[in-house]
Structures are given as C-alpha cells and as structure tokens.
C-alpha cells in the first residue's frame, strides 16, 4: 500500500510499505479520509517511526469482523479497559496502557491501518464523510475541555469567555461553549483571518496580549508558552483556565503577582473518553454546516507532503486527505 512517510526536518516522501495483517482483536480498516492536525508538526520537524496521522475516518474490510463493511472512526487511546480510570469511564486516561494510534502505533496517513476492535467507532448513517473525522479532535476534544469546565463554572453564572487560538480546537471549543450556553464568548489570535473565522461564529474580537478586559473563564488552544502565562495571568479571581493546546517543550511558569495572589483552576484537558461520544455527535448534528466549513480543502494521499507544509504556514483550516 501507499502510506506518508515523515523524515523530520519538514520532509514527507509517498512510499510503498506492506499493507498491516489484523492480528487477533484487529480489524483491517480502509482509510477514506484522515484529518490534518497541527500536533502532527512535531513529527513533521522530527521524524516518526510510524505511519503518522490519528484523526482517521474510513470502512471496515475484514470478512468476518462483526464490523465488517461499516464505516468508522478511529479512537486514538489503546486502553485495558481494567484500570481504575477505564473502569470509571475514563478510556483516554488509561493507567496502564500508553499506546496511541498515530502516534506510536501507525496512523492514518496511508490506504489502510489496523485497528484495535476497541478503538472502532462505528459512524452514524446521517453522519457523511467529510463531518465523520470532525467527530475527533475539532468536536470531541474541544467539547470535552469545556464539560469539565461546565463543573466549576456555570453558563448560568453569565461568565465571561475567552478562547485564544482560533484553529480548529479553537473553533471547535466556541461551538461547543455556545451548545453548552455560554453566550459572552470572545477569541484572540494572532491570524486575522483566524479571528475573522471566530468572529463568523458569533465570537467577539479580542487583541492579541490585552489585559483591558479580563475574563471567568479562558480556554487556551494554541499551545503556545506565551499564550498560556497570558491564560493565567487574566484569568479572573474564581475562575477557570482550560488548557487544550499542545506544546512538547518545557514550560516554565513565573508566578507573578497577577498569578499568584489569587483563587483560579487550572484544567488540562486530553481527549476524550468514548462515553462521551454520542454527545458529540448531538454536538456535531446541531452545528452540522459550521462545523463542516471548517474543512477548506481535500487531496489526494500523493499529494500529502505539499498540502501539510501549506497547512502548517496556517493557509488552510481543516484539511482532509482523502483515499
């Protein structure tokens, strides 16, 4: 089969490599699309010893499988569904098992995978193509940072909202703040054109590093150091800082006054667990048009090296590739 192989130092070559054998407790999975996600640039700078690309959508072929012919998502977190968090629902968290498709176990970037019978999520029928790999990282991951912090922080309490970063989990995260009632929802970015995607959704502007306004809650999907200090530092007395964004480098946080001497929570968020996956797709369903607008361009695997560079200089969205 075909499958993107990333070298490091911004290089992805389209070589031929064995198509994956399902071994017991395997399904054979026929990629159809696989999302681009900006996390994934850390193995475009460094290389990955595996097929890379974890936002996976495709239909099952493997004769046999109770599965078999049915269109899927691919749930990233192999779990042993015995821990204590599996137990508690929490198959994301998982104690004793830290395999991630995509991640060190081959992804989605290629014609076929296999996949793990417990990391198979069945689509809905209503659910087309292009929304099914939504399901993932831009609905689930933004929703579920923004459940937990629903606990602490009511919409009922008409909080003030922030997100910084308006990429997809940005987006994601507005949408799933007005579905859950939070209504005083602000976005800053650095990008306009960004901002102008927030804006669209019924976001208020906010420069870039200001402190005139200070917000209950801000939900940081950058990633960025920068951006997360700033998080802590304008967060309100009382109120809440969702970190969603990613980052692999150290991160270092100068207690400050405007820090330290204050109440606030600070959540970081991973994931999703699978028992929220019919909410998402709730979620999904009632944004249906606005999520999909997010997705702004589709290709061809082949065309795979070119399109990721484009998306990492911040041209497109959501891209799909598609199989």
Sequence with gaps: ?????FHGDRRISIETIPRPVPVA???????RRTALCGSDGKLWLKGASVTAGHEIFGVVEHA??????????????????????CLSGDTHLCLTESTLVGWNRPGGYCEYVSVPDQCLLPVPDDIDDVEAPLLLDTVSTSAH???????ILSPEARPAVLVIGAGPIGLGAILAL???GYRDISSADTRPHRVARAVALGAHEHPVGSMERRFDLVVEASGAHAARNFALANVLPRGVVVLLGENDAPWTIEETK??????????RSFYFPKSEFDANVVLLRANRERYRS???????LAE?????????????????MVC
Excluded: N
């Design 1 to 5: 089969m075909q499958a993107a192989v």
């Design 25 to 31: 407790g395997e399904a054979l999975l026929r990629v």
């Design 64 to 85: 046999g499988h109770p599965l078999d012919g049915r269109r899927c998502l691919v749930y990233i977190p192999v779990h042993c569904g015995a821990c204590g968090s």
């Design 145 to 151: 940072g923004i459940r937990l912090a629903r606990r």
């Design 178 to 180: 007005q579905h859950e």
């Design 258 to 267: 405007p820090i330290r001497r204050k109440d606030f929570w600070m959540l």
């Design 294 to 300: 997010f997705v702004d361009a589709e290709f061809s």
């Design 304 to 320: 795979l090296p070119g399109r990721f560079a484009r998306f990492m200089a911040g041209e497109t969205t959501k891209p799909q």
